[in-house]
């Protein structure tokens, strides 16, 4: 397997796929011309986030503009005009290090920033592909703050950092990805935390996790965290690396000292049968040796909806396909409301929309199904493997790309039909859109597009 192809695994690490407000998208998007098209680096799989007619994503730093600045296969943050695509500003944010250098084995794909921006006010937030949240102003993309996962906490962040942190109120909270040695064999820092919460005007390490995730997780943490309002109060769900839905109650931005986030509840996203069969384990599918069966980790992001949480497990596409499991589980109690194994590893994210909820598998199947009964209403085969966007659902239109470079254009609703198939140069990653334009991003350029 080349790299090229084995990096485009980290394109879903962060996606989150929310069906939004979208009117006059285009059915067809290779039947019009763009709006305007910007050359990106050689690695793009951040997802676009649109603010105040301003456009930020993050990609690898080899088309970086700024006078004398060196590609040095790390990552770049960028701010552009949402309505011409023009180049306001960009933060490179160089390599970690060259090659793999135990324990680490980190940032050596030259993947770039993989995080979606987050943006609150007047300041961006992003996991970096050094192992740290950044923190920088959104006028010119000066760094504001910068907390280092890997000196604070003794992290050892695994292949990349490829989580989108979460704001809530003056808290971000933000997956740390630690994970495996160099080897593949052991975690070398099984006792750091998982999940932190920082205070989003200092910086200030505010609370991390006390489930010590490290000692069971099996390859690393990549998913990124989501928040839902719950029975009068705000919770945080987290899908770990030991393939368990968490849930923790928000800890106080205003107490002194490091607190440790309260777990309200955790739910096993492994079905019966797949961590144990006859009392004994069932391995965990690698690399070395692949496996269509055992227990997987949570890779795309858990999805809050109408007082559920929705997640799906699976495992790097490096370590073949196999059995999967979409939970939908209570946001009050972490019980299963229903879970179906007819989704088969994934590292989508799922997205609802009018009651239906769209999600692709690994081997490239898109589903649909009642998000309240959790029947599937149809399944429609793809054509290529979906290791690089969730679905996206806006203007009655289900978006989906695969790894081969179709971008599929769904009708949303209970009955499957196809409104297109555009055959692109490089994949293309999941997608967002406003005042009517589809904002398209490829692994090496971003489309605007227009319905109209």
Known sequence: MTMNR?????????LVSLAIQGRELPADPGGATPLWEIKLGAHQYSIPTIDRGRMFLATDDSAVQRPGYEPTGGGVLMCVEQATGKLIWETPSPRYMEGVTPP????????????????????????????EVLCVDRNNGAVVWRYDFIKELGV????????????????IFACTSNGLDDRHDKVPSPQAPTLIALDKKTGRLVARDGERIGERLFHCNWSSPIAGKVNGRTLVFFGGGDGVLYAFELPSASRDGVQVL???????????????????????????????????????SPLFWNGRVYVAIGQSPVHGD????????????????W???????????????????????????????DAVKG????????GGRTWCASPFVADGKVYIGTESGALWVLKAGRTL????????????????????????????????????
């Open 6 to 14: 084995r990096i485009l695994f980290f394109a879903a690490l962060l």
């Open 104 to 131: 680490f084995h980190f940032d050596q794909w030259k993947c770039g920033i993989c995080s979606k921006p987050q943006v609150d006010g007047g300041r961006v937030f992003v996991v970096g592909n050094r192992g």
């Open 156 to 171: 050892v962040p695994h292949d990349v950092c490829g989580s989108t942190p979460l704001i809530v109120g003056d808290l």
């Open 262 to 300: 309260k777990k309200v509840w955790s739910y096993d996203c492994n079905p019966p049968g797949y961590r144990m069969r006859n009392g004994v384990p069932v391995p965990y599918s690698t690399h070395r040796k692949r496996r269509p069966d055992g227990p997987s980790e949570i890779i795309g």
């Open 322 to 337: 196999g059995q999967g499991c979409l939970s939908c589980v209570d946001a009050a109690t972490g019980k299963k409301v």
């Open 339 to 369: 879970d179906s194994t007819l989704v088969e590893r994934t590292l989508a994210t799922p997205a609802v929309a009018d009651g239906l909820l769209y999600i692709v598998d690994t081997p490239g199947n898109a589903h649909c199904f």
């Open 375 to 382: 029947e599937r209403c149809w399944v429609h085969p793809l």
């Open 417 to 452: 039909e196809v409104l297109s198939r555009t055959k692109l140069q490089t994949a293309p990653i999941t997608p967002t859109a406003a005042d009517g334009v589809l904002y398209l991003p490829t692994q090496r350029s971003l489309l605007a597009i227009s319905g109209k």
